[in-house]
């Protein structure tokens, strides 16, 4: 268990739904991070929220949307999904370590769009 | 930009002969680099790390990393194969703002 829970493990849907997925960071770590793992794309960084403030956006798409809450929880929010959203979703948290800042990953959330 | 480049896709060992995974980088300063692990079915786990100190880098399960800025390289290997290190593994470089660029990931075969 690497600290950082995310939830739910799996959901599938249909195109056009929304979709919220969860991440709980790891105590003690203020930044959370989403990225989204496809298998025609790899991993791509989504954004980064450090302490409920938006930090760093990256391939995120407009019907894509978080945010990071004040007890550090952060949400993932996907709408009018379509097929190609099918992705493994990964949530990391973030301390840094002798001058790397070290990133531990959750599970993911395997989002399957049918 | 930062960037990595893995350079080979798949790799195929048999177990206890040695593990060689290549990765170039590219930084326009000093990077962190990071080797990064994925089990089947499983989240991301951290290596190694190197961040400016020593150039050779030990890390979990035995495997190790050198860092040669006149090659831009970051190598990842390991004396030993076992059959638990079949897996998918990332070279991962950080950028300005911290965020974590990945490679495209070496899927490693390990063969009895």
Partial sequence: DSGVTQTPKHL???????VTLRCSPRSG???????????????????????????????????????????LHSE??????????????????SVVVTGANVLTFGAGSRLTVL | AQSVTQLDSHVSVSE??????????????SPSLFWYVQHPNKGLQLLLKYTSAATLVKGINGFEAEFKKSETSFHLTKPSAHMSDAAEYFCVVSDWADKLIFGTGTRLQVFP
């Avoid at chain 1, 993932?76 to 948290?93: I, Q, V």
């Fill in chain 1, 29 to 71: 770590d203020l930044s959370v991070y989403w990225y989204q793992q496809s298998l025609d794309q790899g991993l791509q960084f989504l954004i980064q929220y450090y302490n409920g403030e938006e930090r760093a956006k990256g391939n995120i798409l407009e019907r894509f949307s978080a945010q990071q809450f004040p007890d």
């Fill in chain 1, 12 to 18: 599938i849907t249909a195109t056009g739904q929304r």
């Fill in chain 2, 16 to 29: 206890g002969t040695p593990v060689l995974l290549r990765c170039n980088y590219s930084s326009s300063y």
């Fill in chain 1, 76 to 93: 993932l929010n996907l709408s009018s999904l379509e097929l190609g959203d099918s992705a493994l979703y990964f949530c990391a948290s």
